[in-house]
C-alpha cells in the first residue's frame, strides 16, 4: 500500500510587517509546516506503523528549495520519501490559484500511483479549503472531507475509510469511502509527534525528489490562474482603542474618568 500526503509551507507573518508590491516583504516572514498537514502526516504514519505488510508513506510539496527544511520535518516525523514540485514556470506564475495546484498533484498522483492520498482541510495562509476535494475530483477518487477520526484497520484491511466526518452545527457524520480515496484531515483527529533526534538524522539521508513540470509531462499553461491578485493592504481599524498606562488602581480610575465622559453611568 501506498499513501500520499500533501505538505505545505506555509508563511507566519511578524505582528509588525511592511507590504512590497503585492505579497508581505518577505524580510517579515518566517515558514513552518502547516497545521492541518501535521494531523494527515500523522495519519499517514500510524497507517504504516499498524500495517503487517509493508505501507510506503510519501509526502509532495509544491514550493521553493526552500520548503525542503518544511519537508525534512515531514520526513523526520515517519514519511519515507518526499516529490517537491518547483521550476522557473511556476516562480514566475501570477497566483498559484487550488487549480492550478490541482493540475500538479494531478500529475504527481499518476506517477505515484497512491491507494490513498491524505491532505489537511486547509493551509494557515491562503485557506481555501478545497485544494483535497478539488483533487479527488479529478482524478477520479472518491473522498471525503473534515475528516475527524479514522478507523486504520478498516483502511488496511478491508480496503474502505470508516471516517468520522465533522459537519455544521456539530453535527458528525459516519461514512464508509471505498479506496482509493482523497481524506481531507482535521486538527484534532490526532497527537502529531515530535520528531525524535534519531528521525531528524535520518531525515537528513531520506530522498527528496525534485520535479520541473516538464518532468510531470506539463508547461506552463498548467500554472497559468484565472484569478489574479489586484492590491495587498492593511484594513483601516474601524474603532480606536485606548490603553490606560499605571497600576490596576489608576487604569481603574482613568478608565472610569473616561466613561464619565462618554455619559456611560451619568445620572
Known sequence: MKVLVTVKEVAEVEDDFEIADLDVDPRYLEYDLNEWDEYAVESAVQLAEAADEEVEVVSVTIGPERSEETIRMALAKGVDRAVRVWDD??????????????R??????????PDIVLSGV????TGFGATGVALADAIGFEWGAVVNALDIEGVL??????????LEGGIEELTEIDLP???TIQTGINEPRYASLRGIR??????????TLSDLG????????ELFLTDMYEPETESDATYFEGDAGEQAAA???ALREKGVGAE
Open 104 to 113: 500538479l498533484l494531478e500529475a504527481v498522483v499518476a506517477e505515484e500511483d
Open 89 to 102: 514556470d511556476i516562480e514566475a506564475a501570477e497566483f498559484l490559484d487550488v487549480a492550478s495546484k490541482v
Open 255 to 257: 478608565l472610569a474618568s
Open 202 to 211: 535520518q531525515a537528513q539521508s531520506k530522498e527528496i525528489a525534485p520535479k
Open 218 to 225: 506539463l508547461d506552463f499553461s498548467a500554472v497559468e490562474s
Open 157 to 166: 484491511n478491508d480496503g474502505v475509510a470508516r471516517v468520522h466526518r465533522e
Open 122 to 125: 486547509q493551509a494557515h495562509d
Open 181 to 183: 480515496a482523497v481524506l
